[in-house]
């Protein structure tokens, strides 16, 4: 019976990568670990076979040798002089000599081809922008930390005057082979960490790494209509690589400041507007503002405390298109403060003159729902 492909259990692609690889293992594992499927047997060999299958492709020696040879890789009887069909197919190679090439294709060195090139790491900016910036878009300047060639080694780490010599342990492949049984293992050499050379007298001014830190000064286009979270790529200007490696990438991510007046869901914004008690009562109009300058807001007579008020189109436009949001104002009938005694006395007669329930419905509903309430107690 054919084996499955290994890809095809985790249900990712050939080119995955490790995380890839790792997220789609951790679900099979949530959905088929046998904590959660007692005596499930389908279940828990899904899950043997998730795990065998993620064990050999997060491993880029064993990924590399399951990619050329497929299963045929890690059965015992492959290897020189293992039986008919396989000294032939590799030209009479061992099966360490096959690994050997696999690896060495890999990580360099044991050949002759050098220390391998590392992409630099990506690197994260934390900018804190006005909510006026974000909805119109700017272009603003930022102070990051980087790194540059040491101009007293000229970059190779050495002491000026001396230069780093060739490790002895690797050759200067920056990779040392192990053999282990029927496997040849590439592993980072251990005396020169990689680089394929050792530094005897190092560099005072950046202490044998051939870099030192300083800072750059870049321009970040915002672009209309960005919000927290969103993030900005420059391509290239995150941590420089190793041995001729490309530069990583940073991300500039964005944090909106609270703004004293509106507060921002999505495309809309929100705002409270205080209105007296007279205008709630009587109608009338009152200014408020937005971020394109000031509008007019007819309130209604009898007005109720917390009614919302929309003002289409006066919200944001979204960074990824899309018609303009909505400002949302809610108005707050304002209870007047520090009054003298007539406007006391005042109040006092006009409340006395409303009378009858027909002036304050929601009261009158609020009373007739608690009394039901302590009648459905007594019962």
Not at 327 to 332: G, H
Request: with cysteine; charged share 25%.
């Amino acid at each position: 019976m054919a084996k499955k492909d290994l890809y095809e259990i985790l249900g990712v692609a050939k080119n995955a990568s490790e995380d890839e690889l790792k997220k789609a293992y951790r679900r099979l594992a949530m959905k088929y670990h046998p904590d959660r499927n007692p005596d499930d047997k389908d279940a828990e060999a899904k899950f043997k076979e998730a795990k065998e299958a993620y064990e050999i492709l997060s491993d880029a020696q064993k990924r590399a040798a399951y990619d050329q040879f497929g299963h045929a890789a890690f059965e015992a009887g492959m290897g020189g002089g293992a039986g008919p069909g396989y000294g032939a197919g590799f030209g009479g190679a061992s099966f360490s000599d096959i690994f050997g090439d696999v690896f060495g294709d890999i990580f360099g060195g044991g050949r002759g081809r050098g220390t391998r090139a590392y992409r630099g790491a990506d690197l994260q900016y934390n900018l804190e922008i006005s909510l006026e910036e974000a909805v119109a878009g700017t272009t603003v300047k930022i102070r990051v930390p980087t790194t540059e060639p040491c101009t007293v080694c000229g970059g190779s780490g050495a002491k000026k005057g001396t230069k780093p010599k060739t490790c002895p342990t690797c050759g200067g492949a920056g990779a040392v082979r192990i053999q282990q049984g029927i496997f040849a293992v590439q592993q980072t050499c251990p005396t020169c960490h990689g680089r394929g050379e050792i530094i005897e007298d190092p560099c005072p001014e950046c202490r044998g790494q051939g870099r030192v830190q300083t800072h750059k000064t870049l321009s970040v286009k915002i672009p209309p209509g960005v919000d927290t979270g969103d993030r900005i790529r420059l391509g290239g200007e995150g941590e420089p690589g190793e041995h001729g490696g490309p530069a990583g990438d940073l991300f500039v991510v964005i944090h909106v400041k609270p703004h004293p007046i509106f507060t921002r869901q999505d495309a809309d914004l929100y705002c409270e507007v205080p209105i007296s008690f007279a205008t709630a009562a009587l109608g009338g109009e009152v200014e408020v503002p937005t971020l394109g300058g000031r509008a007019r807001l007819k309130i209604p007579a009898e007005t109720q405390s917390g009614k919302l008020f929309r003002l289409r189109g006066k919200g944001v436009a979204p960074v990824r298109g899309g018609a303009p949001g909505d400002l949302i104002c809610k108005v707050n009938v304002e209870t007047p403060v520090n009054l003298t005694e007539a406007q006391k006395d005042m109040l006092r007669r006009f409340d006395e003159s409303l009378g009858g329930d027909h002036h304050r419905p929601q009261e009158q509903s609020w009373m007739g729902r608690v009394k039901k309430f302590f009648d459905d107690m007594r019962t």
